[in-house]
């Protein structure tokens, strides 16, 4: 099963759990290798999302990264941005395998983490100032020596 097929039967999956909101969850799959990355607003729905990934056919692991903030609505547009911003990132070849992370706030997206070269840099911030609902991008990922 490719990476596409299996992160797409996973928010599929998730959004057939009545407790999980998909839009605020990012999948990123590599191989049978599940991370989730985003914000949710519980714990139970942090839970649930790991269980509902877990329980797809084809899926191994299951890295629940998900952080847990009670979310108003400024908060769940910034959930939604931020699920939003890792879904490009990770829909992109050359950032797919990197371990990126999004905070988003009102608008502003923070990425950090660290990839192969300084084009794959200028990549992910490109892709995030794309994304609807980013109107500033903070570009703190390093790239590898």
Same mark, same amino acid.
């Given at each position: 099963?490719?990476?596409?097929?299996?992160?797409?039967?996973?928010?599929? =999956?998730? /959004? $057939?759990? +009545?407790?999980?909101?998909? *839009?605020?969850?990012? !999948?990123?799959?590599?191989?049978?290798?599940?991370? %989730?990355?985003?914000?949710?607003?519980?714990?139970?729905?942090?839970?649930?999302?790991?269980?509902?990934?877990?329980?797809?056919?084809?899926?191994?692991?299951?890295?629940?990264?998900?952080?847990?903030?009670?979310?108003?609505?400024?908060?769940? =547009?910034? /959930? $939604?941005? +931020?699920?939003?911003?890792? *879904?490009?990132?990770? !829909?992109?070849?050359?950032?797919?395998?990197?371990? %990126?992370?999004?905070?988003?706030?009102?608008?502003?997206?923070?990425?950090?983490?660290?990839?192969?070269?300084?084009?794959?840099?200028?990549?992910?911030?490109?892709?995030?100032?794309?994304?609807?609902?980013?109107?500033?991008?903070?570009?703190?990922?390093?790239?590898?020596?």
């Amino acid at each position: 099963m490719s990476d596409t097929s299996l992160q797409r039967d996973v928010m599929q =999956a998730l /959004a $057939d759990n +009545q407790l999980v909101f998909p *839009d605020e969850i990012a !999948a990123q799959v590599v191989g049978d290798d599940v991370t %989730l990355r985003g914000t949710v607003g519980s714990v139970q729905q942090r839970d649930e999302a790991g269980r509902s990934t877990q329980w797809v056919p084809g899926v191994r692991h299951v890295d629940n990264q998900l952080r847990v903030r009670p979310l108003d609505s400024d908060r769940r =547009a910034d /959930a $939604d941005t +931020q699920a939003a911003v890792m *879904d490009a990132l990770s !829909a992109h070849p050359g950032l797919h395998p990197a371990r %990126l992370d999004a905070i988003a706030t009102a608008g502003t997206v923070t990425l950090r983490g660290v990839v192969d070269t300084p084009d794959l840099r200028g990549k992910a911030a490109q892709i995030a100032f794309q994304t609807s609902g980013v109107t500033e991008v903070h570009n703190k990922i390093e790239v590898a020596s």
